[in-house]
């Protein structure tokens, strides 16, 4: 009978992934089955046992044990009211970094209106990025015109262009609710800029609006490599080299923090503009995080004490793993020594 549970078990951890790879990664039959090890026609089954066992729905909710497992892992190491480990889609010899997104935006899609489902009318507070626009392309429309969204950082480009990947006006889109736009830039270009636009009462105004809210849904951005706040103007390369210099590592709502979270002394962090990192202290922060190579700035992010819940993708998650394997070892080796 235990060997049995065991077997059971395990085909609905195969088929959970199986139907991840096919709905959300695209893949076909024959190439789940080269993933997974199994033949083509087990392949078949599995996600044919997927839906027979009501894993796949709008979204699918099952998920493969060892994607459970580093949940579990995540959450009691810091301290999470909830984890969720999107399992990885994409093919690993050609990389999968878009496929990464869009699993972690079906993820925190189907977090999200499982939340927005279960609330009354409630204000939340939104971050923008290419994590938070997957999880918003992922969310089906869900009537609910007493909900309202608001930023929590600036929605422009240094040059003012619209942000491409401002979330809140996709939101209200899907929802029928209310939304609040910060018109400023996500950093100012100077200690004038930015005491100019502070001096606007409108801009106070949605300030405190988003002070208010009564949870946030935030990306975490990176500085390694060719990091997306460079692409979209967000900081110059040299900005971006003197973030690196500091010992920066990622970035929340602007605020570009070391890897114990702490905010690092630059011009940049000083000319960034709406909520800060205390701002949300104490609240319900919901961090939603695509991309392969953002684990240090991940965990930069949970050490500064303030994300409560954390959707990111399975790769990711096996790197803050690893990691933490690392500490455990330097740990007991300092206590043998």
Known sequence: MGRRRETDERDLGLAARAAWLSYIGGHTQSEIAARLGVSPAKAHRLIALAHSQGLVKVFIVGAPGECLEL???????????????APAVGDESEGSGSADFAAVG????????????DLGPVMIGVGKGRSLAAMVNALPPL??????????????TRNLA?????????LVERSGGEGYFLPVPY????????????????????????RKSDLYVIGIGTVAGDA???????????ELKELRAKGAVGDLMGRFVDRSGRPVESDVNRHSLGLTIEDLRGRRVIAVVGGESKGDAIMAALRTGVITDLVLGEATAR?????????????QRRRVG
């Open 143 to 156: 009537m609910r015109p007493d909900l309202k969204f608001v930023s929590v950082s600036g929605s422009l």
């Open 162 to 170: 619209a942000n491409p990947f401002d979330v809140v006006h996709s």
């Open 106 to 117: 079906v993820a925190a899609a189907g977090f999200l209106h499982g939340l927005m489902e």
């Open 228 to 238: 997306h706040v460079r692409q979209v103007g967000m900081v110059s390369e040299k």
């Open 71 to 85: 949940e579990d892992r995540l959450a009691e190491r810091y301290g999470l009211r909830s984890c969720i480990v």
């Open 319 to 331: 790197h803050i793993a690893k990691h933490l394997d690392r500490e455990v070892a330097d740990h």
């Open 187 to 210: 950093i100012a270009a100077s200690d004038e800029e930015k005491e100019i636009l502070l001096a606007q009462r409108s801009v106070q105004d949605l300030l405190g609006l988003a």
